[in-house]
C-alpha cells in the first residue's frame, strides 16, 4: 500500500515560513516525479511545485515562484517545500504527490498517488 504522509503545516503570520515534509512508504519511489499541490476553501486544487526524480527538473507555479523551494532527499523517500514570504493568498490544505514518471509535470490527473494534505494558514 502505497502511502503519503504530509507534515509541517500549522498557523503564520504574513511574512512568515513554514518548511513541508512528504514521507513516502509502502514501494520504491525510485524514478517517480513528486509534486506540491494546494486546495483553498471554495477553489480547485492548483499545482504548486514539482520536482523531478533526480532533482535535475524543477517547476513553479508563478504565483510561489521565488518563495517557495522544492526538494527531494530520495534515498529516504521524502520531499519538502521550504515556503518563505508567506501572505494569506497561500492559506490552503497542502498535497503531496508522486507519479510513475520521472519528469515534472503540474497536471494533477498526471499524479497517481495522493496524501491526506496538510493545512496551512497565514494570518494577515
Known amino acids: 500500500q502505497v502511502q503519503l504522509v504530509e507534515s509541517g503545516g500549522g498557523l503564520v503570520q504574513a511574512g512568515g515560513s513554514l518548511r513541508l515534509s512528504c514521507a513516502a512508504s509502502?514501494?520504491?519511489?525510485?524514478?517517480?516525479?513528486m509534486g506540491w499541490f494546494r486546495q483553498a476553501p471554495g477553489k480547485e486544487r492548483e499545482f504548486v511545485a514539482a520536482?523531478?526524480?533526480?532533482?535535475?527538473?524543477?517547476y513553479y507555479a508563478d504565483s510561489v515562484k521565488g518563495r517557495f523551494t522544492i526538494s527531494r532527499d530520495s534515498a529516504k523517500n521524502t520531499v519538502h517545500l521550504q515556503m518563505n514570504s508567506l501572505n494569506p493568498e497561500d492559506t490552503a490544505v497542502y498535497y503531496c504527490?508522486?507519479?510513475?514518471?520521472?519528469?515534472?509535470?503540474?497536471?494533477?490527473?498526471?499524479?497517481?498517488?495522493w496524501g491526506q494534505g496538510t493545512q496551512v494558514t497565514v494570518s494577515s
Open positions: 520536482i523531478s526524480w533526480s532533482g535535475g527538473s524543477i
Open positions: 509502502g514501494r520504491s519511489f525510485s524514478g517517480y516525479g
Open positions: 504527490a508522486a507519479r510513475a514518471i520521472p519528469a515534472v509535470t503540474s497536471t494533477r490527473d498526471s499524479y497517481d498517488y
